[in-house]
């Protein structure tokens, strides 16, 4: 997740790049939306890239606090609001 995080970001800042130099008459304005646009968009790639650095909330091979066992039930993916924009979670459920 790591390098692929990177990789997109990394690609982010070319394509803002390439829209400068293609639009060599932008104001001042319509570079600084377009580069606070390129900003949240990296926000958010790391924003998820750290969450899953977090782990996906798997539990260790110990009872529930019933005396019965977990039952995984599997991943879920979904969306969560932040400061930073929406941005994608995978968590395990049981």
């Avoid at 977990?70 to 969306?79: A, H, I, V």
């Amino acid at each position: 997740m790591k390098q692929e995080a990177l990789q997109q970001c990394r690609e982010a800042m070319e394509a803002f790049l390439a829209w400068s130099e293609t639009h060599q008459g932008a104001t001042l304005r319509e570079l600084e939306e377009r580069a606070a646009q390129t900003l949240q968009t990296i926000k958010g790639l790391l924003m998820e890239a750290g969450i899953a650095q977090q782990g996906s909330g798997e539990r260790p091979s110990q009872p529930c606090a019933c005396g019965g066992a977990w039952e995984f039930k599997g991943y879920k993916e979904r969306e969560v609001m932040t400061q930073h924009g929406r941005v994608r979670i995978r968590r395990a459920y049981y």
